[in-house]
């Protein structure tokens, strides 16, 4: 069935580095994409999002970048700092056309440690 | 503007007991979801509805549970006779509506123990 998934399921970085978490979805009909951040205890938090007629999307510090040849998202933070430790999930929602432009597909989830 | 609220935050309850689990939107929206996260999984959709109809809910269990967005006051998440297995976060979203690509803003979810 369609599934959203992520590659790798923990990420440790340096304070002050890069991170970049990755996402792989398999509904090519998917025109909405969006990364959560979850805190412990907490609800996910949206970050950024981007339409399937865009390939990159920037925001304060996060960049999403979309390739639909090969179904990958990608999250880009700069400059992590330990308050951006956290489960990132990738989620995705299907076309109007297809009737579900409202039911989001989250995948698993990357664990995000920043390291002081 | 408060956001979603969510009520109790954490509940515990024994196998066959009934569980609610309750939803504020956020002022103005007329959109609620209701998602199940088990452990160290996503979020799983279960149910959309908007004030006094059930749009979608496909996700949720035939047998057991039910939920419900009345004209007046919260949404409500139902589970009878709990067993173990449904012992997980259950979140609830809210959007204002449903067309152009609306952002679902989550509360803190409920998490649910069944002992």
């Known amino acids: 069935g369609e599934s959203v998934g992520l590659h790798l399921p923990t990420l440790s970085v340096q304070e002050g580095d890069n991170s970049i978490i990755n996402c792989a979805y398999s509904n090519s009909a998917s025109d909405y994409f969006i990364w959560y951040k979850q805190e412990s205890g907490k609800g996910p938090q949206f970050i950024i999002d981007i339409r399937s007629n865009m390939d990159k999307r920037q925001g304060q510090r996060v960049t999403v970048l979309l390739n639909k040849t090969v179904k990958h998202l990608s999250l880009q933070i700069a400059a992590t700092q330990p308050g951006d430790s956290a489960v990132y999930f990738c989620a995705e929602r299907g076309s109007r056309s297809g009737g579900s432009n409202y039911k989001l597909t989250f995948g698993k989830g990357t664990l995000l440690t920043v390291n002081p | 503007n408060a956001g979603v609220m969510q009520n109790p935050r954490h509940l515990v309850r024994r196998r066959g007991q009934e569980a609610r689990l309750r939803c504020s939107p956020m002022k103005g929206h007329s959109h609620v979801y209701w998602y199940r996260q088990l452990p160290e999984e996503g979020l799983k959709f279960m149910v959309y509805l908007q004030k006094e109809n059930i749009i979608d809910e496909s996700g949720m269990p035939k047998e057991r549970f039910s939920a419900e967005f009345p004209k007046e006051g919260p949404s409500i998440l139902r589970i009878q006779q709990v067993v173990r297995g449904d012992s997980a976060a259950y979140f609830c979203?809210?959007?204002?509506?449903?067309?152009?690509?609306?952002?679902?803003?989550f509360g803190p979810g409920t998490r649910l123990t069944v002992l």
């Open positions: 979203a809210s959007s204002p509506l449903l067309e152009g690509h609306n952002e679902q803003f």
